[in-house]
């Protein structure tokens, strides 16, 4: 259980070293198209090292999501693998290319902002800490896990991008993952005073769907 735990460092640290390959590998085609894709590379690079420090926190409790945290993480180093190493399927650069571009970014937007919300209480495992209390204002006013809409919506943009057999399937994959944590983490906030009651009604990532 504690290799499960533990696992996601160093895809961490695998991730990272993918993502910098490709931006060497897309700028140095020397085109505006892989220029744009370096770019976008080194955006999901900077998200990765700018959620780092709570990646590598440890718990003081022992997670209740141990066994997804490794689907979680092989898909997305699958994810940034097919991006980092293969070429975007466009011909040419165009501006259209932006649309995904932004998609990315609001994702990484929304999650961040949802991490500031939850404060203190945010983590990387599914855990109680002393004086868990249910947030319920902002972002949590609208779905129960904007972090995870956020994650979800900045790999669907990069996807976008570099669309192509292995990004699809690791997307899927993603998708599939987050489902089952946001499945465990419910299970283990059901005791959480409040949270019932915070839950009913609101939706979990989409309004209107899920």
């Known amino acids: 259980m504690r290799f499960l735990t533990l696992a996601p460092r160093p895809l961490f640290v695998l991730g990272a070293g993918l993502l910098t390959c ?41 997670p209740a999501d141990a066994r997804t945290l490794l689907p979680y993480a092989a898909a997305r180093l699958l994810l940034v693998a097919g991006a980092s190493l293969r070429p975007p399927p466009w011909d040419r650069w165009t501006p259209w290319l932006l649309v995904p571009a932004a998609v990315f970014a609001a994702g990484v937007a929304l999650r961040q902002a949802a991490i500031r919300a939850l404060g203190r209480f945010y983590s990387h495992h599914v855990v109680r800490q002393d004086g868990h209390r249910v947030v319920t204002d902002g972002l949590y006013g609208i779905v129960r896990h904007p972090a ?25 994959l993603l998708a599939g993952a987050v489902v089952w944590r946001i499945r465990v983490e419910e299970r283990a906030l059901d005791d959480v005073p409040g949270y019932a009651q915070y839950a009913a009604g ?8 899920w």
């Open 22 to 62: 490709g931006i060497v590998l897309h700028a140095g085609r020397g085109t505006t198209l892989g220029t744009a894709a370096a770019a976008l590379l080194a955006g999901y690079l900077g998200w990765l090292l700018l959620e780092a420090p709570v990646t590598f926190r440890r718990s003081a409790a022992p």
């Open 148 to 172: 995870y809409a956020g994650m979800l919506l900045a790999n669907l943009g990069f996807t976008v991008f570099f669309a192509g057999p292995v990004t699809v399937a690791a997307l899927v």
């Open 202 to 209: 609101r939706p979990r990532v989409l309004p209107g769907v």
